[in-house]
């Protein structure tokens, strides 16, 4: 399975110290009750004389287009300055714009660059994306020790992403000794977080009876957890064991509906088995798993 990637690459919530100007707060203010001119109005005079976070309040303006036009370039203008006065959340955002490409041309070793600023400054999503970087061999040399450094940072101080990745590279044998029991425990982590990879993963561990013994009703759970997600890979595994009676009783309806909704988002494999399995289903059966799967709705961590 692909290593999970980091969704975004700004947060609203910028590492902000308590600013010695005035009028910062009154902004922070203005800005949650939705008054982006106010905002922006007391936020850009001290963004102007080099407060770091006014700097930082003013890119995220630029950047979702609150209170002025939308526009990278300049929300990097002023994350970047920001960012080299060491304020850690402006310098992940900073990498990200280069690792994206977004508002400066794509530079993986400029994105580099600032990940490790703000990583070694215990920057967590920085970090994972350091990690990241490495894994991929982007911007520097691949290096798998590296990576799992990285991930192995963030994920002790519990981002389910970097827990994710760590337990891959102990399941895969990268960067370190290949160490089942030591996937799962990552996994694990990541899984109680909500995260639905982990939790597809953890899945596999069990049903395979790697690092933990092979347990199908332990298997069906935590693929259950990521199915109820949405998660296409744990659907289909879902109605595999429906379809099998491994793990839960064999129940065909409950099978063509985790296959149908696998298979709605493009899972060839889903596909077929919806197929096979449809052939040994009555017409009534078949039409009460299509009403379950249109009637599905995904549930929240």
């Keep these: 399975m692909r290593k999970l990637l980091a969704a975004a690459f700004f947060c609203l919530a910028l590492c902000l110290v308590a600013p010695a100007q005035a009028g910062f707060d009154e902004g922070v203010a203005a800005y949650l009750r939705g008054d982006y ?4 109005r007391l936020w850009r005079p001290l963004a102007e004389q080099g407060d770091a976070d006014a700097q930082a309040r003013l890119g995220l303006l630029y950047d979702l ?21 060491g304020h850690t959340g402006a310098q992940y955002i900073v990498g990200g714009f280069y690792h994206r490409g977004k508002g400066v041309p794509q530079d993986y070793a400029e994105a580099v660059k600032w990940y490790r600023k703000a990583a070694v400054q215990g920057y967590a999503d920085a970090q994972f994306n350091l990690g990241l970087m490495y894994d991929n061999g982007q911007g520097v040399p691949q290096d798998y020790a590296e990576a799992v450094k990285w991930y192995r940072k963030a994920a002790d101080q519990g981002d389910a992403k970097a827990q994710l990745n760590l337990g891959l590279m102990y399941g ?8 089942y029991a030591e996937a799962v425990k990552w996994y694990r982590k990541a899984a109680d977080q909500g995260l639905a990879p982990a939790q597809f993963n953890l899945g596999l561990m069990y049903g395979n009876g790697q690092g933990v013994p092979q347990d199908y009703a332990e298997a069906v759970k935590w693929w259950r957890k990521a199915a109820e997600q949405g998660y296409a890979s744990a659907q289909n595994n879902l109605g595999v064991r429906y379809d099998n009676g491994q793990g839960v009783p064999q129940d065909y309806v409950q099978a063509h509906m985790w296959y149908n909704l696998a298979a709605a988002k493009g899972n060839q494999t889903a596909r077929k088995n919806r197929d096979i399995v449809a052939k040994k289903m009555t017409p009534a059966q078949i039409a009460e798993a299509q009403r379950l799967a249109r009637e599905w709705r995904p549930k929240k961590p």
Excluded: C
Aim: aromatic share 6%; proline share 6%; glycine share 12%.
């Design 37 to 40: 001119a106010t905002a922006l």
């Design 65 to 85: 287009g609150k209170g002025v036009p939308q526009d990278d370039a300049e929300a990097m203008k002023w994350w970047h300055k920001a960012a080299k006065q």
């Design 172 to 179: 895969n044998g990268q960067g370190v000794p290949q160490d």
